[in-house]
């Protein structure tokens, strides 16, 4: 199935500027997450699809050649994975017309070599984190797994006291040519070089520790700061921190992606937080000081008489830092005014004599049996 545009994915003109792309994908990867869809595929597969758009898009560079070249731009099965230039294109025509006029192609003749530098590959890893270490930030240590070049042979895959050596069949040009005979005239073909693969170089004693390859897998501790405000979908990029490059080629990108877990209390909505807090029937009534949590400790609020449950207040500058900019969101506390389940009989009489001072018939007293539906259903009918 062909890839949709990545522009397209994210919602976004191609005019797009930096914040306007990551609020779209900061949007949609809320939405399609996969810890808010449990269970369900096309969310995921969305929620890749929606990363996958905004790692090129977020990036000048990868932006830039993808606008340029699309999807080809990464595709590795088409040469443009490490970026494409003049070269990559005179292998495509260069095999082309060489088949056809005998390598007189306009492309340098002979296609070009592939022993140039090649850039590590990125790797991705998801990082949990509390609410609070999301609002104020935090320096979280993480362990992950990369390929790094052979410390035995420094990457070159040589056991040590040798070297590499010329490649006898392509006499180092990374590269073979064969020419057919036809009664139309002479074809020629210029491939890879199936004896060293390309690199002109071939190695006659193997590095033991990496059994000629130049690489080995490592585990590597590392520090990253994660600012305050972050939000789950929030990615941090760590340059340099990927998979090491071949033949001198600068090392791949580490991407976190953070998720944030649920607290017990709060809710996130943007830079504002929420929360509900009971209180008493009492204190409902008759108003007075409360302590309200927030992320920065216990503050107190004066509540006013005739407070109603539902009722929301707000407290401002107590919420999340802006992640972008300066300033803080705000706090908003919704009232629910709690009924006690068990009274004593000195508290049912108090709350009886409350009834009968607001004018209310203690139906229990009087012998009235009807239910309340009842009595709307009569109500109703008259």
Known sequence: MAKKDYYEVLGIQKSADEKEIKQAFRKLAKQYHPDLNPGNQEAE???KEINEAYEVLSDPDKRAKYDQFGHAAFDQAQGFGQGAGFNDFGDIFGDIFGDFFGGGSGFGGQRAQRTGPKAGSDLKIKLDITFEEAAFGTKKDIKINRIEKCHVCDGSGAKKGSSKKTCPTCNGTGSTRTVQRTPFGQFASTRTCTTCNGTGEVIEQP???CQGTGKEKKSRKLSINIPAGVDSGSVIP????GNHGERGGPAGDLYVYLNVKEHEIFERDGN?????????FAKAALGGSIEVPTLEGKVKYEVPEGTQTGTIFRLKNKGIKNLRGSGKGDQYVRVKVSVPKKLTDKQKNILKEFADEMGEKDTKQDGDKKGF?????????E
């Open 272 to 280: 504002d937080v929420w929360c509900e807090i009971p209180i008493t």
């Open 238 to 241: 760590l340059r340099g921190e």
């Open 207 to 209: 590095c033991e520790t």
């Open 373 to 381: 539906f009842n009595k709307v259903k009569d109500a109703f009918k």
């Open 45 to 47: 597969a969305k929620f």
